[in-house]
């Protein structure tokens, strides 16, 4: 089955947590330890989840577990994203773009997590 950094979910969520990281350097400094914190570590959290739910994908329970621990994160990034465009910190194409991009993982997961017996 390869490795968890073969999964196509993995690389679009790592790629958008990294074009969040770099979005967000330029937030301002009062936001540091709230907002920037918050939209990074959801976005990162999000294949770090990933990255265990696959070693945990003998165990079925504890594989959809996790990755509803993926999801979960996945909606806590776009909500950041989501106070990032109301206070003009990104522009309205940059939400729309880490918006669908953060759907499309949405999807993904939700097909991973109503189909599991494929990846175990």
């Not at 907002?35 to 265990?52: F, K, M, P, W």
């Not at 165990?59 to 996945?74: Q, R």
Request: proline share 2%.
């Amino acid at each position: 089955m390869g490795c968890y950094k073969d999964l196509e979910v993995f690389k679009k969520a790592y790629s958008l947590a990294m074009d969040i990281f770099e979005i967000s350097k330029s937030f301002p400094s009062e936001e540091k330890y709230i907002l920037t914190d918050q939209i990074r570590r959801c976005s990162r959290s999000v294949c770090a989840n990933l990255g265990e739910a696959y070693r945990r994908r003998n165990y079925p329970a504890h594989f959809v577990s996790k990755l509803t621990d993926c999801d979960a994160e996945n909606t806590e990034t776009e909500v950041w994203m989501m106070f990032s465009s109301s206070c003009k910190y990104i522009s309205d194409s940059e939400f729309k773009n880490l918006s669908e991009r953060c759907a499309e993982v949405g999807r993904m997961l939700g097909y991973i997590i109503s189909h599991p017996e494929k990846y175990l």
